[in-house]
T-cell receptor
Framework: AQSVAQPEDQVNVAEGNPLTVKCTYSVSGNPYLFWYVQYPNRGLQFLLKYITGDNLVKGSYGFEAEFNKSQTSFHLKKPSALVSDSALYFC?????????????FGKGTMLLVSP | GAVVSQHPSWVICKSGTSVKIECRSLDFQATTMFWYRQFPKQSLMLMATSNEGSKATYEQGVEKDKFLINHASLTLSTLTVTSAHPEDSSFYICSTPDRAMNTEAFFGQGTRLTVV
């Protein structure tokens, strides 16, 4: 079975500083990995995905994520945080061998960027 | 990307009444839609898979008589919370299926249900 772990309930960072939101995964085969962001009382918005190829993936709003197969991680990063980045972030995984299955989500990490 | 419109964005209802939540795919035909429930500060929990023209598939522990799903057309799926109770208060989100294994899903805006 596939699973996702986001070890931090909350990440606090000052505006202008780099941020990292951690994600580790467990799947049987090569994973498809996704990051979504959720603002209060809104649905999820897609940020970026890793399918294959370059381990460093660039996405929306200046976010990027690095796929590390040996550490089974897919941490979300941004070089310089903005207050408007404050939101709930979800990492998700899909095992491509499992057919058209739904995504498995982590529990989410609240990012708070202070001015 | 695909556009999914969910309505209403919020609703308050009295205990014992029923509430219908609609999810529309605006630019594609969705034979399948997913319905999630999200508790405060928690992840999304898949409730059911809505299938156009056939019965929905419910996840273990989800009451199918409580959460009625209808997918009568290729652009509309509805979730009806019947005889609502305060414990049904939650955030409900619909989502498209994946067009392919390597594509992202698209989500509705979500519905905040409060049962008083």
């Amino acid at each position: 079975a596939q699973s996702v772990a986001q070890p931090e309930d909350q990440v606090n960072v000052a505006e202008g500083n780099p941020l990292t939101v951690k994600c580790t995964y467990s799947v049987s085969g090569n994973p498809y990995l996704f990051w979504y962001v959720q603002y209060p009382n809104r649905g999820l918005q897609f940020l970026l995905k890793y399918i294959t190829g370059d381990n460093l993936v660039k996405g929306s709003y200046g976010f990027e994520a690095e796929f590390n197969k040996s550490q089974t991680s897919f941490h979300l990063k941004k070089p310089s945080a903005l207050v408007s980045d404050s939101a709930l972030y979800f990492c998700a995984v899909r095992d491509p061998r499992s057919g058209y299955s739904t995504l498995t989500f982590g529990k989410g990490t609240m990012l708070l960027v202070s001015p | 990307g695909a556009v999914v419109s969910q309505h209403p964005s919020w609703v308050i209802c009295k205990s014992g009444t029923s509430v219908k939540i609609e999810c529309r795919s605006l630019d594609f035909q969705a034979t399948t839609m997913f319905w999630y429930r999200q508790f405060p500060k928690q992840s999304l929990m898949l409730m059911a898979t809505s299938n156009e023209g056939s019965k929905a598939t419910y996840e273990q522990g989800v009451e199918k008589d409580k959460f009625l799903i209808n997918h009568a057309s290729l652009t509309l799926s509805t979730l009806t919370v019947t005889s609502a109770h305060p414990e049904d208060s939650s955030f409900y989100i619909c989502s498209t299926p994946d067009r392919a294994m390597n594509t992202e899903a698209f989500f509705g805006q979500g519905t905040r249900l409060t049962v008083v």
